[in-house]
């Protein structure tokens, strides 16, 4: 691969950071332009209301590009300022929000992330006993590489070959499902393991003031988001800064639920304001050069047996839709205690995750082909430009109606291939199962008043089998049918092998085990994480009583 | 501005009159022996081509019946790009899918640009020069734009609504409620009956829309309580046509006309009576019939319509029935 667009990033920077000011300054006047009761002071009077009133009420760790002070006196100031005071704090603004966003790329970083992630990431996903791995001075090399042979770990499938001719003819767009923090550092490492370019991505500024991770994130080409910043204009610069790398050939990454799945449902709701601006870029393209590259999409899904933080999503999911229905439970364990309990426990299991790249697709939802041909659901080549043409002249433009409706078919097909690609393994068969089971013995009773009440209930191990049988015949039709996949291990083994393999998995890593087995059935303990489990299951219209009705 | 036409029958004669001070290049679609009755002149202004030549039309209508739409739409994809724009005038949802034609010319073709023209207007009433008004549902500007530029004549009035999908369920289930009021009109219920059946015939169309993902209004729109009240319009029950061109009020009035009958031969004798018109109704309300079950919805009058259209009673006793359901908040 010749060297990927993103090592002359930090040549491009200034560049980037100009182009980016320039075009939301020009682009914020001429909008205040054509409406009249739209001016200037009505954006600034936005920001500064919600800065305000967010400064007044909480204050994290990340730096504040401007007081509380500040704004303050912007906001008073306001109604007296004339037009080319107002313009000179917009240009201030946009000038300072983007310094503060756009990133960095050190190439050495990223040489020393691509070495050492590997042994890192071994620890957490290698089966083996970690005595068995010889740590003596003579075997060193032999030792780090048995830490980085994550191959077997962490599996790598789809459309990567065609991705990687993509590669050399446009830019990528890698759009993955987020289940997990972990999710980016699996993604970084999967796309340098599978030949693919890196990537630029937006990260929460968080991520950039903790120790541990900020040193990578600062150089690996993450650019910053403040989530807790929501007026127009720092939208509009997050998505102008996204436009801006894509038209100038940067692969880029970012995660279209917009935040980590709470209930480890597939993502149902696909945000558009990035994927928009995937379009809004391809026309740019097309208008300044007419050998613009072009930009394909990837949607990829990320398959774990066991997530990190499952047991504070499933929380926040709960109290959020059951409201007065859902009764907390106290959790005493802080995020070390959570990622060393995490590390520790899986070391112990062969735990898979797989990295399944969907079939890519040009901006408007159609599939591509390695040579970069785009092709209608019949099959038939068509040329994505004739989209963001007019129909009666048949010059490219920008239609800003338009390209939303395009955004919203494109988010759709997104949808769409997240399910098809997303991986059930055997957990999530068997927490569904069993979930499943529990509910048949209390029909009446909502998920929330079985979360609260069921515990400790006994499901009898046969009847669950033969649920699990009934389920697996279904998924494998709907596997040949392209609906969903199964993984090599569901494949290959026997009904009992995959109960009794998603059962060690709830036994593990949780604060307490959220199965025990007894003589002939399993007691169902932690409730809540397998009602999160099962829900990947849930993900698709699957009515277990209806496929196996006298089990 | 060169417009493409695409099929046959009543909205086919619609717009080859209204789209008159347009070149109009026609097809008859992928079978050609329904098209634009033979040995009939087409006028001056509509040229009939091959399908090639489409590619150079960017606005195509299709009035095409629903069975016919997947299969020309397959045919279309092959000259058409991402640049056409779409208006079909279907006023029905596929057979075995339930599909909208939208969805179906989406499957088929590569164009996104797709919209819907439908409302209370029919070739008499255009044709005489009568007031026409329509609605043009789509999620995009440019096909609104497009289509009133297009229909831009004197007397004609087009409205423009974003919901797609609602208006093409609206302009379907609409069909259902007017199969009945031709049954009671031609029982001569009264206006009382009728009335009732309109009103509450739109309220289980506006529940049968947002199941289908709509908004509300586009039950109450043209594109249903319009496209309802001109197929329930005495002018349309009582006017004179021929049977392959019936409204669904005529075919409902037949019914009863028919009551003589073994009430479960009826609808064949009508079927082969009044050809597509019946059969496209007859299969819808046939294909809606699952509604109820898959969604929890009563829907009261579409049981009993299903009940008339496969011969399992009489139109006298459907109204009875329908009569003596439980009555609840409105």
Redesign the interface.
Known sequence: MSQPSLFRYNKDRAHIVSEVCQRTYSAILAETRRKDDEGIEYLLNEAAFQEVERLQGEQGPEDEIHSISWWRDVSRRLGEMSESQKRTILRELAQSYTEDITGSFDPRVYRLATGALPVGLGMLFKAQDLRQIPFSALHMRKAFKHLRDLSERIVIEGHVDTLRHLARRGTLVFLPTHSSNMDSILMGWTLFQAGLPPVTYGAGKNLFTNPLTSFFMQNLGAYKVDRRIKHSLYKELLKTYSQVLLERGYHSLFFPGGTRSRSNKVEEHIKLGLLGTTITAYTNGLLSHKSAKPIYLCPVTINYNLVLEAESLIRDHLRREGGRRYFLEDDEFNQLNKVFRFALNTMQMSSTTVMRFGEPMDPFGNPVDLNGTSFDARGRAVDPTSYVRKALTGEVCHDISRDHQYTRHTGECVRRAFLKNTVLMPVHLVAFVLFELLQQKFPRWDVYRLLRLAGGEIIAGHRAQAKLDALLIDLKARETRGELRISNFVRDHTCAEIFEEGCSYLRTYHSSPLVEPMMNGVTLNKLDLLYYYGNRVRSFPIDLAAIAPNT | ?NIGLVGHGDRFEVLAHLLRNHTISYWPGDDASLAHEDGAELPAHIQRVELEALKQT??IFLCLPIHRLRTTG?QL??VL?????LVHTTRNLEMSTLSTPSKIL?????T??CGFLTGPFDATDALAGRLCSGVCAS????VHD?VIAALDVPGVRIYRAKDLGGAEAAAAYSRVIAILVGVGRQLKLGAGFEASLLTRGLAETAHFVLYRGGYESSAWGLAGCGNLFFDASSHHLNGESLPHRASDAQIGAEFVRRQDAPHAKIPDTIRKDFGSPADNLFNLIASLGRVPDESGLPLPILRHALKLVDGEASAREIVESLLTTPVYYE
């Open positions: 501005m960017p606005l397959n994809g092959k790009s991402g640049r056409h724009i989406g499957e088929e073709t590569p996104l640009r999620d995009y500007d440019e497009l």
